[in-house]
């Protein structure tokens, strides 16, 4: 088991910024990032790293946007978003997966088998 304590998110301005983090516990991990999920929308992966190291993947849509970064002692993700668009407006959820995995899908929702409560970010115009 794996336990998954998100912070961050809330309201902001379209071009402004937020920073989200996630502090895992329990069982080790090997992929951790965050996925999000707008009303009437499938959820999707955002940006994923790999505990331990800094290899990472981000979705096309946020890439040069946001940035995800991992405390390794702490076992905590975060995720720095700059330049937010009113489109980013989701419910974001931190994963975590326990399941040893290679790159190949890493932002796959169905490789992630903890999941965090979630937090709400909204971007306005």
């Known amino acids: 088991q794996v336990q998954l304590v998100e912070s961050g998110g809330g309201s902001v301005q379209a071009g402004g910024s937020l920073r989200l983090s996630c502090a895992a516990s329990?069982?080790?991990?090997?992929?951790m990032g965050w996925f999000r999920q707008a009303p009437g929308k499938e959820r999707e992966g955002v940006a994923v790293?790999?505990?331990?190291?800094?290899?990472?993947y981000y979705a096309d849509s946020v890439k040069g946007r946001f940035t995800i970064s991992q405390d390794i002692p702490k076992r905590t993700v975060y995720l720095q978003m700059t330049s937010l668009k009113p489109e980013d407006t989701a419910m974001y959820y931190c994963?975590?997966?326990?399941?040893?995995?290679?790159?190949?899908?890493?932002?796959?929702?169905?490789?992630?088998?903890?999941w965090g409560q979630g937090t709400q970010v909204t971007v306005s115009s």
């Open positions: 790293i790999y505990a331990g190291s800094d290899h990472s």
């Open positions: 329990g069982d080790t991990h090997y992929w």
């Open positions: 994963a975590a997966s326990t399941i040893r995995s290679s790159d190949y899908g890493a932002l796959a929702r169905e490789r992630y088998n903890f």
